[in-house]
T-cell receptor
């Protein structure tokens, strides 16, 4: 069964350092999402791509976060500089949008700890 | 998108049927109701979606009344492995599906 791949699974970084996460969606899925999930809370949408274009980044802290999906396939989410409050699970998801389909497939996530 | 409200937590016993109700008073015509399940340290997993009336799959049933202002996820004969967080989402069905998660319902299944 096809899966959304994310790496790394775990990342520990020091405050003020740069950190990057990678996501490879299911082949053919045009829509890609990045979510942040703080322990005990629901996932928060950071950015949504349709192919290589950003369609929603209203919740992305643009002063320190950036996301790209250059060829419309895999994607990278970067944080620079990292802050203690960025400690969370970062989840990537993809979907094949179409009439009547609201199913997104999530990866295992990257657990970020900022020290 | 419509905000959803669901109980913070629920307890149940193995073998029982569990019903989790979600309210979405401001749901729009183009919105679908979708439920996800999440285990600790894993990404959410799609369970079921519906627009109106009743939908059933191999895992759960989803009941949606005519006014669509609420929905109920029904899990038949739960087991310990159903202990998880369940999220109710209102998803706008178009070319750019948007999924906004609330706080979810923590279901604790006891032996």
């Amino acid at each position: 069964e096809a899966e959304v791949a994310q790496s790394p699974r775990y990342k520990i970084t020091e405050k003020s350092q740069a950190v990057a996460f990678w996501c490879d969606p299911i082949s053919g899925h045009a829509t890609l999402y990045w979510y942040r999930q703080i322990l005990g809370q629901g996932p928060e949408l950071l950015v949504q791509f349709q192919d290589e274009s950003v369609v929603d980044d209203s919740q992305l802290p643009k002063d320190r976060f950036s996301a790209e999906r250059l060829k419309g396939v895999d994607s990278t989410l970067k944080i620079q500089p990292a802050e203690l409050g960025d400690s969370a699970m970062y989840l990537c998801a993809s979907s094949l949008p179409g009439q009547g389909n609201t199913e997104a497939f999530f990866g295992q996530g990257t657990r970020l700890t900022v020290v | 998108l419509a905000k959803t409200t669901q109980p913070i937590s629920m307890d149940s016993y193995e073998g029982q049927e569990v019903n989790i109700t979600c309210s979405h008073n401001n749901i729009a015509t183009n919105d679908y109701i979708t439920w996800y399940q999440q285990f600790p340290s894993q990404g959410p997993r799609f369970i079921i979606q519906g627009y109106k009336t009743k939908v059933t799959n191999e895992v759960a049933s989803l009941f949606i009344p005519a006014d669509r202002k609420s929905s109920t996820l029904s899990l038949p004969r739960v087991s310990l492995s159903d202990t998880a967080v369940y999220y109710c989402l209102v998803a706008r069905r178009n070319n750019f599906n948007k999924f906004y998660f609330g706080s979810g319902t923590k279901l604790n299944v006891k032996p």
